[in-house]
């Protein structure tokens, strides 16, 4: 049997969420899908999905093949469209969430240089600090700020940013600097509202909004914790000074995507160009 067909059947299961649904997609009988299953299974020898009557799910082995597996096949089929004409134009509209502090330059820049290679790429960005259901919300990809990704999702490291303890110029001539970290609880700090940190800064203004706490904070209401994207510009103008040269954490950014998902060729596109492009290589 062919194990490349049998890699689509297994693809096109999950996909329609049963083998009733994948026959039909793929104008072939119930049991000619079952045998292809069957097939891949005795050629990989392990489980991949738990089936019954009503409910249709992978394995834990399922999970990791089933990524694998899409992106062997996207790959022939990118060669095999290169072969075709030449070239990959891949189009349509892509969804992206973000965190509210991506809405810097840098990274605004970066959106730019990537629609200037695919052109036909329509891009929708949306910010939000609080974590989103992707499927529920029609999102194709997440780019988080964690410590930890969640278990249920297909992450992919993009690299870490640095967050810094700044203050305003004004704020430090009514307010002594801090020389050492137990020092800050004399600060009035603004905190996120929306996550905990772990902080020593006296808890005084918060905000939901990570841009909205740079204003503050640009104003002189407190010192705060900020990513270096959002305040690299303000640093350099001396609007806002470093409380320490050593960052207060340094947390990573990974893209995130539902492993029920098919990941079509533009958000492959887009999650190894951010790969190469997003975090600055100093």
Known sequence: MDTLKSLQVFRTIVEKGSFTKAADALDMSLAMTSKHLQHLEAYVQAKLLHRNNRNLS???VGQRY??????????????KTKAHDGSVLPEGKLR????????????????????????????????ENRFTDLIAAGYDLALRVVNTPQDNLIVKPLGKIDFYYVASPRFL????????????SNLPGILPNYTHMATT??????????VMMAQMAL???????????????????????????????????????????????????LIDFLGENLIKND
């Open 201 to 210: 800064l006296k808890p005084y203004n918060s905000s939901n909004n990570t």
């Open 58 to 60: 992978l394995t834990e």
């Open 66 to 79: 089933y990524a694998e597996a899409v992106h062997a096949l996207d790959i022939l089929q990118q060669a």
């Open 219 to 269: 104003t002189g209401m407190g010192a705060a914790i900020l990513p270096e994207w959002l305040i690299e510009d303000e640093i350099a103008q001396g609007r806002l000074v470093k409380l320490f040269e050593q960052p207060f954490s340094s947390v990573s950014i990974y893209a995130v995507y539902m492993n029920r998902a098919f990941l079509n060729l533009k958000i492959r596109l």
């Open 96 to 127: 992206i969430i973000a965190p509210v502090w991506f809405a810097t330059p840098y990274f605004v820049n970066l959106l730019a240089k990537f629609q200037q290679d695919y052109p036909k790429i329509e891009l929708t960005v949306d910010l």
């Open 173 to 184: 001539a009514q307010h002594e600097p801090p020389t050492s970290a137990e020092a800050l």
